[in-house]
């Protein structure tokens, strides 16, 4: 079993940063694959990023490709998503979860979401 928690998201300006992070609970979360998601009001959840257990394969949306980047510490159970160059569109609660695999096919725990608000 494997809980996740999100946090970091927030109220931003159009052209700014944030970084959430995603932190696991038990003693192998090297052994899972993780992923960011987001959900915007009345639209289906999106993939957004994906990272390796080891942390050397990642992998984006191209909506945030070269804004956004993955990336975990295996020693805090934690992984990370720093986005910059932030847009109203991305607007969405977003969501971490893992995946016993690589490519992950499907991810069996999720956290409970953050919201990240980006102002015009």
């Known amino acids: 079993q494997v809980q996740l928690v999100e946090s970091g998201g927030g109220l931003v300006q159009a052209g700014g940063s944030l970084r959430l992070s995603c932190a696991a609970s038990g003693r192998t979360f090297s052994r899972f694959a993780m992923g960011w998601f987001r959900q915007a009001p009345g639209k289906d959840r999106e993939f957004v990023a994906r990272i390796g257990g080891n942390g050397w394969s990642t992998d984006y949306a191209d909506s945030v490709k070269g804004r956004s980047t993955i990336s975990r510490n295996n020693v805090k159970n934690t992984v990370y998503l720093q986005m910059n160059s932030l847009k109203p569109e991305d607007t969405a609660v977003y969501y971490c979860?893992?995946?016993?695999?690589?490519?992950?096919?499907?991810?069996?725990?999720w956290g409970q979401g953050t919201q990240v608000t980006v102002s015009s």
């Open positions: 979860a893992a995946a016993s695999n690589w490519p992950p096919v499907h991810y069996d725990y």
